[in-house]
């Protein structure tokens, strides 16, 4: 008994939470957006001719949003730090 009321529950608050998605998702044509412009990628190398030299990668979305900083290094003889930041400089 207490099993059936538990779905019967279940099924409920699936129904209303899909017909609350419904209800608050704006229509596709409601918004008229800016174009947006394409993602670009730079490279730029610092201290080049030294032992010292740093490329950087800038890679500008599609969309504003947050900024994020991605730092590799090479603890020891361990090349997983920077080849981790290289896989994401990489990301479109």
Do not use: W
């Amino acid at each position: 008994m207490a099993s059936d009321r538990r779905v019967s529950a279940i099924v409920l608050f699936s129904i209303l939470a899909a017909l609350l998605f419904l209800l608050i998702r704006p229509h596709p044509s409601a918004e008229k957006k800016a174009p947006v412009p394409a993602a670009a990628y730079q490279q730029r190398t610092y201290f080049p001719q030294t032992i010292q030299a740093v490329t950087a990668h800038f890679i500008t979305g599609q969309e504003k949003g947050p900024t994020l900083l991605i730092v590799g290094g090479i603890h020891g003889d361990e090349a997983a730090g920077y080849l981790a930041a290289e896989r994401f400089a990489r990301i479109p």
